[in-house]
């Protein structure tokens, strides 16, 4: 008779322990073994951050312990478009699956397993699909503890509400942004305030010449000690939040940021 193997997937919230509810303390509290994705030195920082928030919510006396798993490779998103993106990115997350499902099955009966999702598990987060993965390959029972997003804590920061009154906040990638903003301005469609995740390469540029008075609301790291916050007309300031990303990536090894266009009537 197999095992059914418990797990936790844990929103830890955008990179301060503060972000961390009773919830998620709680859940953390009962892991055995948390599994994180080694995806070399560059993410050396991010694996310490999330060994610091061990330390800080599991009981003392409790034993734990830390599994980096190598993370299989992805191959370049770039030059991917359609079908060929999301064939990659089901191929990555079936890799990975096999690679937790190995570790998970080379436990201990009984040992709860947990993932630490930076934000949100929900937002723009393989793991639920990766775990789901897991599932089809033994049996499980999945637990999704939700976390504060990194568009939650932008807004905080910079003190805004994303919607204006009675109107969308849409939600969107970098590698989608342009097109869809276009084909909504053509179509005479509203989208809103909109957020974009995943851009490392600030899509938004593109835009400068049509919008150039478009408001962006940007924020890398945010929540963490090194926070680094911009806001300003989108033609003013795009510049200056480029040269900073490309000066962070390079001092740390890695960058998080995410950021809000928002509309420029009043309302």
Known sequence: MSTTRRIHVIGIGAGSPEHVTAQAAA???QVDVFLVADK???TDELVALRRSICERFVPEGREYEIRAVPDPQRGA???RRGEAYTAGVRNWHAARADRYAQEIASLPDG???GFLVWGDPAFYDSTIRVVDAIGERMATEVTVVPGISAFQALAAAHGVVLHRIGEPVHVTTGRRLVEQWRRAAKAGIDLGT?????DGHLACRE???EDPDAEIVWGAYVGMPQQELRRGRLADVIDEIVTLRARLRERHGW???????LP???G
């Open 207 to 209: 835009l400068v010449a």
């Open 255 to 261: 960058v998080m940021d995410v950021y809000a266009l």
């Open 27 to 29: 859940a953390i509290a």
């Open 264 to 266: 420029t009537r009043t």
């Open 111 to 113: 040992a709860v397993v």
């Open 40 to 42: 070399g030195e560059s």
């Open 77 to 79: 998103d770039a030059p």
């Open 194 to 198: 909109v957020v974009v995740m995943l």
